[in-house]
């Protein structure tokens, strides 16, 4: 058989794995702080709710994996959690709101594959769902903050709002119909530099006096260090109201960042964009300090209509939320060094037995019962045993003779150190919990 | 649109997925404690590596999703864990062994929807790669048991060993090409009783007397109450050399799930077959006890044989493991009463502002610091918000006016018992965290 891992696809042994897992149980914890509580969507869906207009556009419809069943439904593989989340809004008309909402799952992407983009892939999706006012953004940058303070990362916030970036637009005598369009090239500034997007933007038709203008506030925004000082700025030059509006939000929500005590740097970005056409208010791109990583580690933003659209419906669902990158936040991690992780070893310890299998499975009865995880050298002789603990960076061995059983005292080494006591069973469990 | 749900596939809303977690979890830490190590595999496979001889079997195959990706290769859902650890292990040679690995995700197969049956569903699988002894079928055993003592279900274990099972087929004249079809049969015992059994082995072209001495041995067999004793009744009723050496198998399983002080009952069972044609050894099920669910609630059994010819490799690779089933084991737990489950409430308080809504971020961060769920009842005022609490099933209000906020006492209202009290920011958060 010819044996390959398909392009686009990983699999992840435990070295790997338990740090993932230790992350996506970190978020797990602050999300559930925040109020946030878990879904289940499905990965199997129909075709037209994945495909319908208002769902995930056009772009990644091109990215969608489709299938037949054998009843000849066309399906597809979900590409994202978000629609999923409309939907089953839409399903269950017994949801109260605010509706504060966690789901962590695959999703499918035929795309292009590059570094740190794999076709197969994790979602790590918080959203809120009923709240106007911009008191969620802001708390969804306290839990950003405290999420990476867990995960020992240090990371600043690039916010916008996008009715301030249509409006610097609009001000400039933009067609509403081209504001998205506009957007799209300004959100790879990062990519192809200011001199790419401005030959995008004119090949695309706009007016280079227009695109000087926009860039112009925009350079001069980003001089500005203080945010409440950029929003003077921004308030001064700008009359029409849509970036009015935008103002007044981000100017909300820097208040109320204030008020949650948050830590870490929120920096206003006007020339923030972010692809998707759903966005509708505040955006937030989470980066990492001090790191060669410089793609965002999670990003978000306000999206009031997509559900109504969706769903077809005259109730309003406005909504926000934000997702985190779990194979990013991996290399962030890793970067820093896996050492530093604060993950329990699996196993603890390692029991070897000296022909003493069969009185030493109650001693790991014992230990497990007491939340030491361990394991036993079920087929190994002692210095085979020791090999393996070593190599697989197993912080203890228990060596059980017939004496140690007569004596009830246990000889503990340290992998590390080398050092090796006898012990009772007492005090070997009270050393390994502490 | 046309919103609905694609039959067999399930979403679940927090109040059902919250006690899935709270189950994922439970086995999780059990699994780490026995010194298993979590991986992920991927769900996009190739069709030609999914479909061969010695990965899930015809049967599951038949039940495979099939796609194509944009680069036109032959793709399908994996429908099982275990032939994706296989691979796994033949593409890693640096693995060293023992290699005991959990895996908790999502499989998929388009088969007949029944209750209880989903076609795309949660598998939680752990299996030790590398040990013959059938000391790792009793660790499994310990596992087990704890796994369900945490999780508050009573359960038994059902037992059998195929080298047993095909003994006895043996010892009366079975060919050896004909064991698993008689095994398969055998296998459906608790669906259509034994006369269907009968009839369908008789159809099968089994001998009438055959069929009845293999009857009169398991029905013997199960008379006798005590383990050993039935090890005793099989050794005298029994000669050939396969059944000797499931005998000898089941004795020295049952001698050591006695050292492991399991206190759950362990049954020998000479009739249980389990279908899969990969078992090689022992196998078991486990049963809940009290309970209206007569469906295995985790299964498994020995495979030696699957990664070798699976890899077409000359290296021996004794397997043993099993496999847990969330959506029954959520049944029973349901069944038991929800209330019962020991999960801690998302939020635990709703913080209700009364025109405080700046003053009490603050609060909401410290308690979050301390890790108290909260939430904050952002658009609510207070006899809504009480309500919204009430029905979400929220354990307490803290009501926040500028008296409190100046006098630096707030209001914990106990949603269940109505009562009130003023207290400092610091008792609060001593009584929600008792």
Same mark, same amino acid.
């Given at each position: 058989?010819?044996?390959?891992?398909?392009?686009?696809t990983?699999?992840?042994?435990?070295k790997?794995?338990i740090?993932r897992?230790? $992350?996506?149980d970190t978020l797990?914890?602050?999300?559930?702080?925040?109020?946030?509580?878990?879904i289940?969507?499905?990965i199997l869906?129909?075709?037209?709710?994945?495909?319908?207009?208002? @769902?995930?556009?056009?772009?990644?419809l091109?990215?969608?994996?489709?299938?037949k069943?054998q009843?000849?439904?066309d399906?597809?593989?979900r590409?994202e959690l978000?629609?999923?989340l !409309?939907?089953?809004?839409?399903?269950?008309p017994?949801?109260?709101?605010?509706?504060?909402?966690?789901? $962590?799952g695959?999703?499918f992407?035929?795309?292009?594959?590059?570094?740190?983009?794999l076709r197969?892939f994790?979602?790590c999706?918080?959203?809120i769902?009923g709240?106007k006012s911009?008191v969620?953004?802001?708390e969804?940058?306290?839990?950003?903050?405290e999420?990476?303070k867990?995960?020992?990362?240090?990371?600043?916030?690039?916010v916008n709002?996008?009715?301030?970036?249509?409006?610097?637009?609009k001000?400039?005598g933009?067609e509403e119909d081209k504001f998205?369009?506009? @957007?799209?090239s300004?959100d790879?500034?990062?990519?192809i530099?200011?001199?790419?997007v401005?030959?995008?933007?004119?090949?695309k038709?706009?007016? =280079?006096?227009v695109?000087?203008?926009?860039?112009?506030?925009?350079?001069s925004?980003?001089? %500005?260090?203080?945010?409440?000082e950029? %929003?003077?700025?921004?308030?001064e =030059?700008?009359?029409?109201?849509? !970036?009015?509006?935008g103002?007044?939000?981000l100017?909300?929500?820097?208040?109320?960042?204030?008020?949650f005590n948050i830590?870490?740097? $929120?920096i206003?970005?006007?020339?923030l964009?972010?692809?998707?056409?759903?966005?509708?208010g505040?955006i937030?791109?989470?980066?990492?300090?001090?790191?060669?990583?410089?793609s965002?580690?999670?990003?978000g933003?306000?999206?009031d209509?997509?559900i109504q659209?969706?769903?077809g419906?005259k109730?309003?669902y406005? @909504?926000?939320?934000l997702?985190f990158?779990l194979?990013? %936040?991996y290399e !962030?991690i890793?970067e /820093?060094?896996?050492?530093?992780?604060?993950v329990?070893?699996i196993?603890?310890?390692?029991?070897v037995? $000296?022909k003493t299998?069969?009185k030493?499975?109650?001693i @790991?009865?014992?230990?497990?019962?007491e939340? %030491?995880?361990c394991?036993?050298a079920f087929? =190994?002789?002692?210095?085979k045993?020791?090999?393996?603990a070593?190599k697989e960076d197993i912080p203890y061995?228990?060596?059980?003779g017939?004496e140690?059983?007569? /004596?009830?005292e246990y000889?503990l080494?340290n992998?590390?150190t080398?050092e090796?006591?006898?012990m009772?069973?007492?005090?070997?469990?009270?050393?390994?919990?502490?």
């Amino acid at each position: 058989m010819n044996l390959r891992q398909l392009k686009g696809t990983k699999e992840f042994l435990p070295k790997e794995q338990i740090v993932r897992e230790y $992350i996506v149980d970190t978020l797990k914890e602050v999300f559930k702080l925040y109020g946030y509580k878990p879904i289940e969507t499905s990965i199997l869906e129909f075709y037209d709710i994945a495909s319908s207009k208002y @769902a995930g556009g056009s772009e990644i419809l091109k990215e969608t994996y489709t299938l037949k069943d054998q009843g000849n439904r066309d399906l597809v593989l979900r590409y994202e959690l978000t629609f999923k989340l !409309a939907k089953l809004v839409g399903l269950n008309p017994d949801i109260r709101f605010p509706f504060k909402r966690y789901e $962590i799952g695959k999703v499918f992407r035929d795309g292009p594959v590059k570094t740190g983009r794999l076709r197969e892939f994790t979602q790590c999706d918080v959203d809120i769902i009923g709240v106007k006012s911009e008191v969620v953004n802001s708390e969804l940058m306290s839990l950003v903050s405290e999420a990476f303070k867990r995960l020992g990362l240090k990371i600043y916030v690039e916010v916008n709002n996008r009715k301030l970036l249509f409006g610097i637009m609009k001000e400039f005598g933009i067609e509403e119909d081209k504001f998205v369009d506009f @957007a799209l090239s300004l959100d790879k500034i990062e990519k192809i530099g200011k001199k790419g997007v401005e030959e995008e933007l004119l090949n695309k038709g706009f007016n =280079k006096k227009v695109v000087d203008k926009v860039f112009g506030i925009v350079e001069s925004t980003d001089k %500005i260090k203080d945010n409440f000082e950029k %929003i003077k700025f921004l308030k001064e =030059k700008l009359s029409n109201e849509l !970036a009015s509006e935008g103002i007044r939000e981000l100017e909300e929500f820097f208040n109320y960042c204030k008020n949650f005590n948050i830590q870490d740097e $929120i920096i206003l970005s006007p020339n923030l964009s972010r692809g998707l056409g759903y966005y509708t208010g505040t955006i937030f791109e989470v980066f990492l300090k001090d790191s060669n990583i410089k793609s965002s580690i999670a990003a978000g933003g306000r999206w009031d209509n997509m559900i109504q659209k969706f769903l077809g419906s005259k109730l309003d669902y406005p @909504a926000t939320g934000l997702a985190f990158g779990l194979d990013v %936040i991996y290399e !962030a991690i890793k970067e /820093k060094g896996l050492g530093d992780v604060k993950v329990k070893k699996i196993p603890q310890v390692l029991i070897v037995p $000296i022909k003493t299998l069969n009185k030493t499975l109650s001693i @790991a009865s014992e230990l497990r019962k007491e939340g %030491i995880s361990c394991d036993i050298a079920f087929n =190994k002789k002692l210095s085979k045993a020791l090999n393996y603990a070593n190599k697989e960076d197993i912080p203890y061995c228990l060596i059980i003779g017939d004496e140690e059983i007569e /004596k009830k005292e246990y000889k503990l080494k340290n992998m590390r150190t080398g050092e090796e006591n006898l012990m009772s069973l007492q005090s070997i469990i009270k050393k390994l919990k502490s």
